[in-house]
Every structure is written in structure tokens, then in C-alpha cells.
């Protein structure tokens, strides 16, 4: 895909620069952001990206677009980084919890059908053990589907930084979810 130059600071052609960059990338930073903070925070948050990016102008020597709106959602989000860290030590807890003895047959039938929500809770315990710098390449590789490059131009750091965050981060969420895997495999 090509450079697109955004001049916003002219403001001749802002009405249409803006309709064009939120007509071509606001479906997919939703998507990033609904991942990682509620529904509520991600409309808002998606929001705040676009008009963030109108403000401050795009500067063709920062890169490609796309990463560079990442960055943008990428800051919001870690705004919100208590609320996302305590939403992922919650679905942890909530997890953890014995559903023991409910009297809810339609619970009875999700829980009974929906095996993979017992990986929900150990994964949101092990993210939201990360580090936030950590936690933020790994979600943007995962969530935004960002290559390694991507995600460098997106949070201003360099290629071998990213390379060195994810792998710290996979080791950890191997070693974190290491007695899960033995349970599966066992």
C-alpha cells in the first residue's frame, strides 16, 4: 500500500482526508481496541483515535499510516491501563471461581459447551501479569495483526526491541500457562 499524505493542518482538504482515513482504517482499530478494553471504551477510544490523528497531522516520515494510527489507539489504550489491567485480573478471578451448585440449567449448557472459556481466565491472569510495554507488542501483533515493523513504527521503538518484547512476553505466558498445557496434554 502507499504513503498517503495527510496535511490536516491546512484544513482545505481536511473534510475529505478525514472521511478517507476513517472510512479506511476505523473498522479494523475498533476491532483492536474492542479486543483489549470493553465495548463501551472501544467506541469511545476508536473514536478519539481519528480525531487524535486530525489534530496532530500525518507526517509522511513517520511511516506508513496504519502503524502510525496503532500508536495513536495503542496511547489511548494504555490511558485506560488500570481498567484494562483489572478487566483482565478479574476474568482471571471470575475464572477461578466454582460454579458449583448454580441453579441456571441455560448456564449449565454454555459452560457444558463452551470448553475454550476455561483458557480465558489463565490467558487474561498471565496478560495482565505482563508488563505493559510487553503486553502491548504481544496485542499488537495478536489482536491488530502488526508485523514486527508495524509494531515498532507504531509505539517509536526500534525492529530488535519489538523482537526482544515478544519474546520475554512469550516465555512468560509459556511458563504461566505451562500447568494448563500439562492438563490438556495430560
Request: hydrophobic residues 45%.
Amino acid at each position: 500500500m502507499s504513503v498517503i499524505v495527510y496535511n490536516t493542518r491546512s484544513g482545505r482538504d481536511q473534510p475529505a482526508v478525514a472521511a478517507d482515513l476513517f472510512d479506511r482504517y476505523f473498522a479494523e482499530i475498533h476491532r483492536y481496541i474492542a479486543r483489549r478494553l470493553p465495548a463501551d471504551d472501544a467506541d469511545d477510544l476508536a473514536a478519539e483515535v481519528f480525531l487524535a490523528a486530525l489534530r496532530g497531522g500525518y507526517d509522511p516520515a513517520v511511516g506508513e499510516v496504519r502503524p502510525w494510527l496503532y500508536g495513536i489507539a495503542t496511547n489511548l489504550v494504555a490511558r485506560h491501563r488500570r481498567t484494562e489491567t483489572t478487566r483482565w485480573k478479574a476474568l482471571s478471578r471470575a475464572a477461578e471461581r466454582d460454579w458449583d451448585g448454580h441453579e441456571d440449567p441455560l448456564l449449565d449448557r454454555v459452560l457444558n459447551r463452551v470448553d475454550a472459556a476455561r483458557f480465558t481466565g489463565p490467558l487474561a491472569g498471565a496478560l495482565a501479569a505482563l508488563k505493559q510495554r510487553d503486553r502491548d507488542v504481544v496485542l499488537l501483533i495478536a489482536l491488530g495483526g502488526l508485523s514486527h515493523a508495524e509494531v515498532a513504527s507504531a509505539l517509536h521503538i526500534p525492529y530488535g526491541t519489538v523482537a526482544s518484547r515478544l519474546h520475554r512476553a512469550r516465555k512468560h505466558l509459556r511458563s504461566a500457562l505451562g500447568a494448563l498445557k500439562e492438563d490438556i496434554d495430560g
